[in-house]
């Protein structure tokens, strides 16, 4: 069992930059592929980005690649979403996940952090 907290949303203005965590619980983080997510008010969840459980692949949604960079602390047990050059269309709650498979369906998820861009 894997329990996930998010951190770090929040309103900020077009153009900004925020950080997200996600704590994970546990003692075998390492074993565990993560991902983000998001969901915006009246829209289906979509895929934001990926990372292998080294750290060493990640992998991207077309609409943040060149914006957003997904890292992973295997010692601290955390993953961060760096979001660079936000935009309106980055509002939704963010959600990180976690998958013990190399691929496939994500096992276990956090509750979410509410992001606000304003324009």
């Known amino acids: 069992q894997v329990q996930l907290v998010e951190s770090g949303g929040g309103l900020v203005q077009a153009g900004g930059s925020l950080r997200l965590s996600c704590a994970a619980s546990g003692r075998t983080f390492s074993m565990y592929s993560m991902g983000w997510f998001r969901q915006a008010p009246g829209k289906e969840r979509e895929f934001v980005a990926d990372?292998?459980?080294?750290?060493?692949?990640?992998v991207y949604a077309a609409s943040v690649k060149g914006r957003f960079t997904i890292s992973k602390d295997n010692d601290k047990n955390t993953v961060h979403l760096q979001m660079n050059r936000l935009n309106t269309e980055d509002t939704a709650e963010y959600y990180c996940?976690?998958?013990?498979?190399?691929?496939?369906?994500?096992?276990?998820w956090g509750q979410g952090t509410q992001v606000t861009v304003s324009s």
């Open positions: 996940a976690a998958r013990i498979a190399l691929t496939g369906q994500y096992d276990y």
């Open positions: 990372i292998s459980r080294s750290g060493g692949n990640t």
